[in-house]
């Protein structure tokens, strides 16, 4: 992976330039590791400035440049969208943040290279006025699952026209399954909300204290329920570059009393080792045992643990690899992996009757079903 990362900094302009001459093989490779890791569009800004001699082959040059050139052009959709949501929520007296996504790649040094997967935006005034007023602005589709309404934080919306995703937040974020760092954590979140800026793409971005906190909680979330991958980590490199020593010192002070620490300084160590951030930007000291450990599981996984996900073949395969794989997460956050598996086991006991009718163990293939 070591060329990968070296293209990878290339690309980001951490580095000023790229000396490798490597194989159609290694070529084929990196461009694999990209997919899997939603870093095409990042990397492909290195590529293009590569010379003839040390450049891909060209229909592999070729591939990756349409793909590039599809990302830039849903970047602009979500932009436009992003601004559209803000503005129709302003419209109807509510204060909304974009989160995530079209709020963070406007810190890359081209914000239309990173990969957009959909529009998170949080819009004031709790769950029951949030869906009442989606509902009412017609967002809400009359064929919306039961469940879609459920979730702790968001609803989640289907594709629009234009090919858009939307997660409407009535929280501003999915937080822990700890209930103890959750409030904590939920309450930091929400001291913050007000400072929101108001960006030359036309909508409101979160402070950076508040970006920093929400997204290493997200991606500690993520790792430990499913996988992550580096576009996540490349965004926090950039909040972090971005960010001022106030900011980190707010961020620093909270992390031991919400249980972030220990991540904290295992993602330390994987940001200086792939993207070279200096001291002086950490949140705090570095954890190598445990930063290797976790960017083993990065670079297998790939993004969300794709590459994991699509190795798994039926229901009961799925079902022992999750469990495995929760087993292991102890190592990296027990007191936040322990509540998220007894929140799945009591969720399974209450599906029993409904598992045995449908003579199914996943639900969620018979959810499929139900929609074809």
């Not at 290279?113 to 935006?121: A, L, M, S, V």
């Not at 402070?207 to 997200?218: N, Y």
């Amino acid at each position: 992976m070591e060329q990968f990362f070296s293209l990878l900094r290339f690309s980001l302009g951490i580095t000023d330039s790229f000396e490798e001459k490597l194989s159609e093989k290694e070529w084929i490779q990196i461009f694999k590791a990209a997919h899997s890791q939603a870093l095409v569009g990042v990397m492909f800004c290195g590529v293009k400035k590569l010379g003839k001699e040390l450049a891909p082959p060209f229909n592999l040059m070729m591939q990756w440049a349409a793909e590039a050139e599809r990302i830039r052009g849903l970047n602009t959709v979500f932009y436009a969208e992003s601004k559209r949501l803000a503005e129709l929520f302003e419209a109807n007296g509510r204060k909304n943040i974009i989160l995530k996504g079209q709020a963070n790649s406007r810190f890359y040094p081209d914000k239309f290279c990173r990969q957009p997967g959909d529009i998170d935006i949080y819009v004031e005034g709790g769950k029951e006025s949030v869906v009442e007023l989606i509902d009412k602005l017609g967002m809400l589709p009359p064929d919306l699952p039961e469940d879609a309404l459920k979730a702790y934080h968001h609803v989640h919306l289907p594709e629009n026209e234009k090919g858009v995703s939307v997660e409407v937040h009535f929280r501003p974020s999915s937080g822990f399954h700890n209930k103890f760092y959750n409030n904590r954590f939920q309450a930091c979140l929400e001291e913050n909300l007000n400072d929101s800026v108001l960006t030359p793409e036309g909508f409101y971005a979160p402070s950076m204290k508040f970006a920093l906190l929400m997204q290493l909680a997200h991606i500690e979330r993520h790792f430990i329920m499913e996988g992550v991958g580096l576009r996540q980590l490349n965004d926090y490199y950039f909040l972090l570059k971005k960010s001022d020593k106030d900011d980190r010192e707010y961020v620093a002070e909270r992390l031991k009393k919400l249980n972030m620490k220990r991540f904290a300084k295992a993602l330390m160590w994987i940001l200086n080792k792939v993207f070279l951030l200096e001291k002086d930007f950490m949140l705090c000291e570095m954890n190598e045992s445990l930063g290797k450990k976790i960017m083993s599981e990065i670079i297998s996984g790939g993004n969300f643990g794709w590459d994991n996900k699509k190795q798994i073949t039926d229901a009961w395969s799925k079902f022992f690899v999750q469990r495995k794989r929760r087993f292991k997460m102890l190592t990296i956050n027990a007191a936040e992996t322990l509540p998220s598996e007894l929140m799945y086991w009591k969720s399974f006991f209450k599906n029993i009757p409904k598992r045995i009718r449908y003579r199914t163990l996943s639900l969620e293939t018979l959810k499929k079903d139900e929609k074809n």
